[in-house]
């Protein structure tokens, strides 16, 4: 059982920049970020499995990264937009996880991200 713990999110301006970090309690293989928006189903953002992976929404905007030596994932969001506004979610997975939140083991309770216009 591994235990993923976000922090990070807040309230910015359009424009602006945030990062999320994800703290897991144990060694994990594919971390990834979604998101979900009020009304809206859940989507992914990132992932990092051997390499970075990114959804449209996030090419040229955001980064993600991890820290082996901390167990922790991370994603650095710049050029924020009001539609950015969401809860973001940390998740973990095994070999072979990588866009589809079915193929995740392991997630963590959100973190609020609002972007003001």
């Known amino acids: 059982q591994v235990r993923l713990v976000e922090s990070g999110g807040g309230l910015v301006q359009a424009g602006g920049s945030l990062q999320l970090s994800c703290a897991a309690s144990g060694r994990t293989y594919a971390m990834g970020w979604f998101r979900q928006a009020p009304g809206k189903e859940r989507e992914f953002v990132a992932a990092v499995v051997d390499g970075e992976w990114y959804a449209d929404l996030a090419k040229g905007r955001f980064t993600i990264a991890r820290d082996n030596t901390k167990n922790t994932a991370y994603l650095n969001m710049n050029r924020l937009k009001p539609e950015d506004t969401a809860v973001y979610y940390c998740?973990?997975?095994?070999?072979?996880?990588?866009?589809?939140?079915?193929?995740?083991?392991?997630w963590g309770q959100g973190t609020q991200v609002t972007v003001s216009s």
């Open positions: 998740a973990a997975g095994a070999p072979g996880t990588l866009s589809m939140s079915t193929q995740y083991d392991y």
